[in-house]
């Protein structure tokens, strides 16, 4: 399953703003997690100690997120490795697709994707016979969200309970009764957009929920800690030779850009 400012789509007067983040949700203490961050190159900002939680949002969400050309997924995969830690990603793109990718340790636990590619054709759907001699085809595999949810309440170490009903806004239906496999299955329409639905997972897992207003780094978050809680890195540098590294950085995917874009 980018952000210095929102990442927006078109800008013809009365469109809404399609914003792009990622983050990771970091069940450790935000010493240890500052340690790992940096020794993987993160350019970001890493939030303040939120219960067992540490929350880091990435600079750049639809691209590389630290050293070496590591995107999210590689960042959850060897922090969470490194901590020995329950991680949580989570990445919006565009409001249009939403993907949640937790690990506890070295396990992979949960890869949700709200849109995910279809299928190119590249490869042939087996057919296998039923004990009928019928054909029965193999290779498209629903994606089970109760086991999705049941998994992140467990890694989250909390229930499927709404601790205040009369408090949902959310246009996403979410209800007392609804339960989170219900929100993650949920076909969202035209007026609704995947932060929302992002938004009521987070409440279902007891979450801290600012990183749907994340895109306002590094100015301060509604909702969220205060601007002088977080600690930016730059390449994985804190102060004023992290800003300089990835403000080179920035300069070097630009330069390589130039060329692409001249054809």
Request: hydrophobic share 35%.
């Amino acid at each position: 399953m980018s952000i210095i400012p929102p990442v927006a789509g078109p800008s013809d007067a009365g469109e809404p703003v399609r914003q792009s983040y990622s983050g990771l949700y970091l069940a450790a203490p935000r010493e240890r997690v500052l340690e790992a961050l940096a020794g993987l190159g993160f350019t970001g900002w890493v939030g303040p100690q939120e219960d067992r939680w540490v929350v880091a949002v990435a600079a750049n969400p639809r691209g590389s997120v630290a050293s070496n050309r590591r995107t999210i997924d590689a960042v959850t995969e060897e922090s969470a490795a490194a901590l020995d830690a329950v991680v949580l990603a989570v990445e919006v793109d565009r409001e249009q697709r939403l993907r949640l990718l937790a690990r506890r340790g070295a396990e992979e636990l949960v890869r949700y994707d709200s849109d995910p590619p279809e299928e190119d054709g590249s490869q042939e759907t087996e057919i296998v016979l039923d004990e009928f001699g019928e054909p029965m085809m193999t290779g498209f595999e629903e994606p089970d969200h109760d086991d999705m949810a049941e998994t992140l309440l467990d890694l989250c170490e909390t229930t499927d309970e709404v601790d205040d009903p009369e408090a949902i806004t959310s246009p996403v239906t979410e209800s007392a009764d609804e339960t989170l496999a219900d929100i993650l299955a949920e076909e969202l329409g035209e007026s609704t957009s995947e932060s929302e639905r992002l938004k009521a997972v987070l409440r279902r897992l007891s979450l801290p929920r600012w990183v749907v207003a994340s895109a306002s780094l590094p100015k301060r978050v509604p909702g969220g800690p205060d601007k002088n809680e977080f600690t930016y890195l730059g390449r994985g540098k804190q102060g004023a030779s992290g800003r300089f590294a990835a403000a080179w950085t920035n300069r070097v995917r630009k330069k390589a850009k130039d060329p692409e874009q001249r054809r």
